[in-house]
């Protein structure tokens, strides 16, 4: 049977998922009375609540006597280490572009990988059904990605599909009235344009794992394309190290794809995908060869972090209230289990201290680790995020990225303001009679606790898109920073209506009555010039002459509740999240009070 290999690549929220399900379905790979979800293949509850892909993920199916292996891929810019990845494992991509959106910085991106990869895409123009579709148009957007990309002349004579992935209907023209139901028009094509995997199989054996996969049972797998020769089950390998050494290994278990399922088998010839265990700590990049016959495959680029923050066990007197797994040693457990799933992360532990320097590749990923940790029972703190600056030659250097950025015509006036005081620099403006799109480049630090800002500023209707460029020398000192001050406890108890009520005229409150509040905790942004010690958990001092319960008619204003994104973005460098199972908190990193302010004259002086 011959096999194809491609993968699914578009920007964020272009429809790659979907159009993943609707292929399954029209290959008849569930069952008649099977019942599936949508989005079937982000599998996991972060991935399902946000409507992203975190990670890359293989299904197969088969269709005309052809075995096609499709690999689903992240589109948010954060996980793009993922999509670099698997340009080994493919011989074709399917551009997903969206007909209104057209090419976003992510499609540049990964566009970029396929094009370096020579391999060759084939365009579908996915949400034609939309009413402000302008397929023709995406059309030509790509076609100019394409040569301003550098793309030969093969790949820019590109095959086109038309589809709505969540009508699922699709034709190969942009005639709405051609649409069919089904994906008939996209497997075709895949059959008919993408090479068949070469199926060299009396050679020796290559392999090269481009994904880390790992379960509780066979621990950490390595899954890749079989370059040439064929891998059995309980055959001896050698696997050829980042560092050039040899290892020899058995093959404790093969597992190949279909549908949703990993389906284990004994052997696995040239040309198809595969998930190998038996080699503990295999890495990405990695060659699995024959006994005596090892030939390194050229290693695999990953990309470097450009974001890091700080780790910490929870350090606040409400310490252990709440989470099941609060030590260090728990913590760091799981840190590093997690580099072994995520080969994009970085953990590195701080000397003998409780922390740990957490590198990633933007405020997204780190962010889904710290959700998924919280969920999971885990307390610990986190520090601000920052960019990872390197030196070269003397000179700081700093990650920069490409942005792009739509928003309502009446707010980006606004927009451009806070871009260029984050030190952006515009690249170009378009605008329609209600939106305006910028594209910009600016320092990754400038994009730290821009989100919350921009959505206030664009009433939530605004939409940003960024990924990395590169690194240039570092130049403005403060970018990013939050200007506003906040409001500290000075006191340890249970906020109180009244204490509140008094303090509403000094800003916004972050806490409302009856909640638990220790000293450094920020319960409220001020409209002063600088923090302020507040107590909040001050009672009305009672008489004989008043009611005991006056207190409780003190009418407040809502607090203003931060999603725990918004909270990592929120706080400056003297700042903490303290996150737990149920609550998410903000704090000072010196609680005490009178030390907060010697520390802080003590700084003053020293600038």
Not at 372 to 377: A, D, V
Not at 485 to 507: C, I, K, N, P
């Amino acid at each position: 049977m011959e096999v194809r290999n491609v993968a699914i690549i578009a920007h964020v929220d272009h429809g790659k998922t979907t159009l993943v399900d609707k292929l399954l379905q029209t290959a008849h790979t569930f069952r008649d009375n099977q019942v599936v979800a949508e989005r079937v293949m982000d599998a996991n509850d972060i991935e399902r609540e946000r409507g992203i892909t975190i990670l890359a993920k293989v299904t197969a199916i088969h269709y005309k006597d052809t075995k096609i292996n499709i690999l689903d891929t992240p589109g948010h810019a954060d996980f793009g280490g993922e999509v670099e990845r698997i340009m080994h494992m493919v011989d074709g991509v399917i551009l997903v572009v969206d007909a209104y959106e057209g090419t976003m910085p992510q499609t540049r991106f990964v566009l970029k990988k396929a094009l370096e990869a020579h391999l060759k895409p084939i365009v579908v123009i996915n949400k034609v059904d939309k009413p402000s579709a302008r397929p023709l148009e995406v059309i030509d957007e790509v076609l100019e990605l394409l040569i301003d990309l550098g793309a030969d002349e093969d790949q820019l004579e590109f095959p086109i599909a038309y589809t709505s992935a969540v009508n699922n209907t699709s034709s190969l023209s942009s005639d709405l009235e051609t649409q069919t139901t089904g994906m008939e028009p996209v497997l075709d094509l895949i059959v008919k344009e993408i090479e068949p995997a070469s199926h060299n199989v009396d050679a020796p054996l290559q392999l090269q794992p481009a994904l880390i996969d790992y379960n509780d049972f066979v621990g950490r797998m390595g899954v890749g394309r079989v370059t040439r020769g064929q891998i059995k089950a309980g055959q001896m390998c050698s696997a050829v190290r980042l560092d050039g050494k040899i290892e020899s290994f058995r093959v404790q278990k093969l597992f190949t794809f279909m549908g949703l399922d990993k389906i284990e088998t004994d052997h696995v010839e040239a040309g198809d995908i595969c998930a190998v265990s038996g080699l503990a700590d295999v890495s990405v990049g990695e060659t699995f060869c024959e006994p005596g016959k090892e030939e390194a495959l050229p290693p695999i680029a990953i990309t470097e972090p450009t974001v890091q923050m700080t780790f910490g066990t929870n350090t606040s007197p409400f310490c252990g209230k709440d989470g099941k797994l609060v030590t260090a040693s728990k913590i760091e457990d799981r840190l590093m289990k997690e580099t072994e799933r995520d080969v994009a992360l970085k953990v590195e532990r701080i000397g003998t201290a409780e922390e740990w320097i957490v590198s990633g590749r933007g405020e997204l990923h780190l962010g889904i680790l710290i959700e998924n940790m919280r969920r999971e029972g885990y307390e610990f703190q986190v520090s601000r995020p920052r960019a990872i600056i390197k030196e070269e030659n003397g000179v700081k250097m700093e990650p920069y990225e490409y942005v792009v950025i739509d928003a309502p015509a009446d707010a980006i006036g606004s927009v451009i303001e806070i871009l260029g005081n984050r030190k952006g620099t515009m690249e170009n403006m378009t605008n329609t009679e209600t939106q305006s799109r910028v594209t910009y480049v600016m320092p990754s630090r400038g994009l730290i606790g821009f989100n919350t800002v921009f959505m206030t500023v664009t009433k939530g209707y605004g939409m940003i898109s960024h990924t990395f460029l590169d690194y240039r020398p570092m130049e403005a000192v403060n970018v990013g920073a939050r200007t506003t001050h906040v409001m500290v406890s000075m006191a340890d108890g249970q906020s109180t209506a009244y204490s509140l009520g008094a303090l509403e005229d000094r800003g916004v409150m972050f806490v409302e009555p009856g909640e638990q509040i220790y000293e450094g905790m920020i319960v409220g942004e001020t409209n002063r010039e600088q923090d302020i010690a507040v107590n909040v958990v001050k009672a009305k001092q009672q008489t004989n002459t008043r009611s005991s319960n006056k207190d409780q008619t003190v009418v407040l204003k809502k607090p203003k509740k931060m999603s725990l994104e918004a909270c990592i973005e929120y706080i400056n460098d003297d700042e903490l999240v303290e996150v737990t199972p149920n609550n998410i908190r903000l704090r000072k990193k010196i609680l005490d009070t009178a030390e907060r302010k010697k520390f802080d004259a003590h700084q003053k002086d020293a600038q």
